[in-house]
């Protein structure tokens, strides 16, 4: 017997591609063994140049408590890497930390093909050390990030040791979806709702992140020249105590009806979410945000204090990337229930890249 948990989504795939070789385009819940996008074949073949110009990945993770929140990424374009690490005190609404790497392609950068179990995701530089890792039989996520006081500017590092639990949280979603323009195709793996456990270090301050909540967001694809999105991440818990996460998304991973990445995950279960709508004042980043879904369903408010940027021009790559931190309020509605966001910490991102 289906329990609703299970009836929500079909299981993740165990390869991207069919035994013919063509995308399995859709959206899963579960977690992909690995992102084999070498097995595409045919019309979905990359070939040579594609392989080495297009292909992306990046790893995010987000963890939150009702004190600070943190985050990081290590991203690889191939021909170039970067990373970049923010870690803000969620009572006096002020960053403690907000540090970027740019790197060369190689030793310096690792960001294997297993976005679940066996996932290896680092970013290592003079100064800076950033890595989540998860062993093959592991049901934790390990986070540690290490950036000396010359990398933060300031007379205090930014260290980070901790845990966000697989065991016993939600399921992960998997999104397999076509890239439009000159770009093949794309995978992401979102995991949300996960507790948190361990210690961060930032801004002279230390916290505890025991009881937190958090998420991860990797992604591989071979994408387009020019691609542009808006996207929108938290994590946090109901006033009941609840863990709750969210994403949303608007320009990404949308150029086939079954492939849709906007979720919601509450407590144990993931549930669907319709389109996103994005509404912001492009000169102004820091004013108030509103997140829409088209069937009325997510109606949410973003107050950012604080943005991280990327915008850099090294010609082969010239990339616009806004991310506004702020708190997420409003409603979102699930089936006959609706549920109030209330000061939920989480991201908000404005991003149009040349790669």
């Not at 591609?17 to 995308?23: I, L, N, R, V």
């Not at 859709?26 to 595409?40: F, I, K």
Request: hydrophobic fraction near 40%; charged fraction near 25%.
């Amino acid at each position: 017997m289906k329990t609703e948990r299970d009836a929500l989504f079909p299981p993740a795939p165990a390869s991207v591609a069919t035994s013919g070789g063509a995308p399995r385009f859709g959206t899963y819940q579960g977690e992909l063994p690995e992102v084999d996008l070498p097995n595409l074949q045919g019309q979905w073949a990359p070939g040579r140049a594609t392989r080495l110009l297009k292909r992306k990945r990046w790893n995010y993770t987000f963890a939150a408590t009702p004190e600070v929140a943190a985050l990081f990424a290590v991203v690889d374009l191939g021909y170039t890497s970067s990373a970049f690490a923010v870690a803000l005190d969620l009572r006096e609404r002020r960053p403690l930390c907000d540090v970027s790497f740019l790197g060369t392609p190689g030793p310096m950068v690792e960001l294997g093909d297993k976005p679940g179990q066996g996932l290896k995701a680092s970013f290592r530089t003079l100064g800076g050390r950033l890595s989540v890792q998860r062993g093959e039989d592991d049901e934790r996520y390990r986070v540690s990030v290490d950036v000396s006081r010359l990398r933060t500017g300031s007379l205090q590092s930014f260290q980070w040791e901790g845990d966000l639990m697989v065991a016993g949280g939600p399921p992960a979603l998997t999104v397999v979806a076509p890239v439009e323009g000159d770009g093949l195709v794309n995978v992401t793996m979102k995991s949300n709702g996960l507790l948190t456990f361990g210690s961060l270090e930032a801004g002279g301050k230390r916290f505890r992140l025991d009881g937190g909540v958090g998420g991860m967001d990797y992604t591989q694809g071979y994408l387009a020249r020019h691609t542009a999105w808006r996207w929108a991440f938290a994590a946090g818990r109901l006033a009941d105590g609840t863990p709750v996460g969210i994403n949303l998304v608007e320009g990404f991973n949308e150029g086939n009806a079954d492939a849709n990445e906007n979720a919601l995950w509450l407590g144990d279960k993931l549930y669907p979410l319709a389109r996103a709508r994005f509404e912001y004042d492009t000169k102004d980043l820091m004013a108030p945000w509103r997140l829409v879904t088209v069937d009325g369903a997510v109606d949410l408010r973003v107050q950012p204090f604080h943005v991280h940027r990327e915008d850099r021009n090294l010609r082969l790559v010239v990339s616009h990337f806004a991310q506004p931190v702020g708190f997420f309020n409003g409603t979102v509605r699930v089936g006959s229930r609706t549920l109030e966001l209330k000061d939920v910490p989480g991201v908000t991102e404005d991003q149009d890249m040349l790669w």
